[in-house]
């Protein structure tokens, strides 16, 4: 048996998908534990592209058992037309795929709160998606959301119970925002709609996840975004609204420390990150723009350009540290061929004090200045290397600086965005 929790390690974006599709290969099911539709992941298979939202990465393969667990929260219309997408592609996945009753809905008047709320922050925006995913936690918080398990009611008790949700929120919405003030009716129709697709794939997913374990299958568990954004550990309010932690993603899905069996950070080669909120490593000016021509970095949810910076060592060894990550899987390494030199942040310079911790604090962050480590750039591409001794010596050096400055050790390297340009580090590496 073998239970890898697989998440990032810095602000998103940070290529979990492809390390997803890539470990599924021997798994009997992959979980998506938290986050919704807001989260993105590109893979490429035989030359095709394909975007996911909900479905995690591992769908690709057709021998995965495909869960949603009690920890998301899921637009029932989205999901719909992300199941139908890929079985367009040739994906077949209602066999196989399993919905948590206890996972809650996001509404459209939740993605409509979402932009009005954002659109009332002006300049000071947090930077969202705008796809509803606050205000339907906030609203499992406060107790007035709607378990996915209450689509399994009869039409025309779901559309009672869906007219009761909504309405509270439409004075609220119709007096800030007239002119995107949600029409209940047919909003409605079209969630009953959904629920007829969704029923049959409802179930008990931590007693489906126990059974598993308990059956010694290998399960991937598929945390969103990264560690940088998780709520409580993250630079708040410049967060998401779910944990993105191991521990989060554990109780997102109902299983417990003691079945995980390895946790992998995933993490860029440089850095990025979506939105407003500090970042410390961001490079303003050419390097930046290279790195975000050549790295391709536009949101694979909403599109936006993606703020570039280079590794930043601290933020990174924070984050291994509250998941505890046993290894990193290191991605794009080959957006930084051609670069004469590379540089990693080792520690902040913050108001005359050398910090070698990330602060917990969003201001003292924003204050920080990254102190750098330079490395040599290398010229030779490495988009073709199959074996991490294939590297030029500068690219493993720059990697095993990586390891020691963060403290864990690099187990996968990805040079290209297809299933193939995946290479094992380790001894050989160095």
């Known amino acids: 048996m073998s239970c890898r929790i697989v998440l990032g390690a810095q602000w998103g974006d940070e290529g979990k998908g492809k390390v997803v599709d890539y470990l599924s290969a021997d798994a009997d099911a992959v979980v998506r534990c938290q986050g919704g539709a807001n989260a993105g992941h590109t893979v490429v298979v035989s030359g095709r592209k394909l975007a996911l939202h909900l479905v995690p990465s591992g769908a690709l393969h057709p021998h995965c058992e495909i869960i949603l667990a009690n920890g998301m929260v899921v637009d029932p219309l989205a999901l719909v037309d992300e199941i139908e997408a890929l079985e367009r ?100 129709e079209r969630l009953v709609a959904a629920a007829a697709v969704l029923r049959p794939l409802l179930c008990d997913t931590t007693q489906r996840l126990h059974a598993l374990v308990d059956a010694n299958k290998h399960v991937v568990l598929e945390g969103a975004q990264g560690a940088l954004l998780d709520l409580d550990h993250g630079s708040y309010p410049y967060v998401t609204s779910s944990s993105c932690t191991a521990a989060g993603v554990l109780s997102g899905c109902g299983l417990a420390p003691r079945d995980v069996t390895s946790v992998i950070g995933v993490v860029k080669a440089y850095a990025t990150r979506v ?25 694979a949810t909403t599109g936006r350009p993606r703020r570039c910076g280079w590794f930043d060592a601290v933020a990174v060894r924070h984050a291994a540290r509250i998941s505890g990550c046993s290894e990193l899987a290191l991605t794009k390494l080959d957006v930084l061929d051609g670069f004469d030199r590379v540089l990693i942040a080792d520690a902040y ?65 990805s040079v290209g965005p297809e299933r193939e340009a995946t290479l094992h580090w380790g001894d050989s590496g160095r």
């Open 275 to 299: 939105g407003n909120g500090p970042f410390p490593s961001e490079i303003a000016g050419a390097d930046g723009e290279r790195l975000r021509q050549i790295g391709h970095e536009f949101g």
């Open 89 to 188: 592609a040739g994906v077949e996945l209602r066999s196989r795929l399993r919905l948590s009753t206890a996972a809650h809905t996001v509404l459209p008047c939740h993605r409509i709160q979402d932009q009005v709320e954002e659109r009332r922050r002006g300049n000071g925006g947090i930077g969202t998606t705008g796809r509803g995913i606050g205000p339907a936690y906030a609203d499992k918080a406060a107790r007035t959301g709607i378990p996915l398990g209450w689509f399994q009611r009869d039409d025309a008790n779901l559309r009672a119970t869906l007219r009761v949700a909504i309405q509270h929120k439409l004075e609220w919405l119709r007096a800030l925002a007239p002119d995107l003030a949600p029409e209940m009716d047919g909003d409605i």
């Open 349 to 413: 310079l913050c108001h005359g004090e050398l910090l070698r911790h990330f602060p917990s604090d969003s201001e003292t962050l924003a204050a920080c200045k990254p102190r750098y480590v330079e490395a040599a750039g290398w010229s030779t591409p490495t988009t073709n290397c199959r074996r991490a001794s294939d590297l030029p010596a500068a690219a493993r050096r720059y990697v095993a600086r990586i390891e020691d400055l963060v403290g864990v050790p690099v187990r996968l390297l």
